[in-house]
């Protein structure tokens, strides 16, 4: 299974799940991608890493509805400097939540909303260094903010993540543009103005690849998730939103054949 030492900076590193109900999110995600999770631990406030293959893959932690904040996943960038980042982030009209911490020698974390509402984290490694395999069965393999501020979000995250960003589609129907590090995309910006419900926000999404899509729906549905919407064939593979027990929305990535 090929893996990352670690993330270029601007891209995404980590993945961090949000859930009011902690075991049944560690038994649905363990039986739907294969992943190991460890206990929470106390002494960081209950947080839990999952491992696949025993590779770090994503983190997790209770929602005990007192932060206001629904269930979730969410996203951070890596930084070479967070405080830094953070200062970059606020110039250019981020609200930050969680100023620059240190989170013992694992490296320092910082939580904010973009311009956009969209709350995005950022992470500078230390010895955490984050996700280690990207984009095979049962690991993320796409991240994707869904925004509706559009031009807002594209001079946001070029500002923040020093990343050159490419126009993959400029239609009314349909405005998406790539961010990558004059290799492959990293992260994708959707507008999302035209269909995000009034009192949805901004939000970052995650895609999980997987080697049979339908399969592993039947799965989800099986251990108490839903199919949202698809699946849905595309240029990218084949497609399917799928929200876990506590309906939590994450998609599924079938990759195209051949």
Known sequence: MPTRDEAP????????LF??????????????FGWESEEPKAEFGGYFNSTLDGVLVAGGMGNDGSAGTPDGWSVYLATADAEATAAAATAAGATVFVPPMAVMDLGT????ADPGGAAIGTWQPGTHKGFGVLAEPGAPSWFELLTKDYEGALAFYATVTGL???TASDTPEFRYTT??????PLFGIMDAAGFLPEGVPSHWSVYFSVADGAATAAKAVELGGTIVQGPDE?????????????GVVFKLQQPPAG
């Open 19 to 32: 859930t009011s109900d902690v075991p049944k999110a560690r038994a649905f995600y363990a039986a739907l």
């Open 164 to 166: 050159h960003a490419e």
């Open 234 to 246: 595309t240029p990218y593979g084949q497609l399917t939103s799928i929200a876990d027990p506590t």
């Open 109 to 112: 974390m910082s939580v904010m």
């Open 9 to 16: 900076v601007g891209a995404p590193c980590w993945i961090e």
């Open 179 to 184: 961010f990558d590090d004059g290799g492959e």
